[in-house]
């Protein structure tokens, strides 16, 4: 459990890129918040998001393949939901970001891009000051 505490101690910035949540299989509140529980346990200073995942087409077709065979009945609400779209974002992607924000505020833990950059510099900028 102690995985990313021990990165944190070596100097690195550890987290997690939480991505892609594939739509109707992976993108309930439980699973989500699982990972976040488990991120916070190990020590992560940041979780990155994005609820859905892109399709092109030779993907696609491998994709469907795969749901035929693990998930019989998940390929049909992809055709339905998606159609032939590249961005399959989960239908419940707000809410699941608003899930990220309630628990990473009250974790401690990073969710936005610029929040999660500008603390990632920090130890950088602050060694290039001390050069000078």
Known sequence: MR?????????IF????MMP??????????NIQSIIEL??????????????????????????KKLDELFPTIKDKYIKHF?????CRSPRAK???????????????LYKMNDIITEYKKPYQTEQLSLF
């Open 39 to 64: 991120a916070y346990k190990s020590g992560a200073r940041f979780i990155y998001s994005a609820f859905g995942v892109t399709l092109r087409q030779n993907q696609r077709d491998w994709y469907y």
């Open 83 to 87: 159609g032939n779209s590249y961005e």
């Open 3 to 11: 995985r990313f505490k021990t990165l944190t101690e070596q100097g």
């Open 21 to 30: 949540v594939l739509p109707f299989i992976e993108d309930t509140e439980d």
């Open 14 to 17: 550890p987290g997690i890129l």
């Open 95 to 109: 809410e699941l970001f608003g899930l990220i924000k309630k628990k990473c505020n009250e974790y401690g833990i």
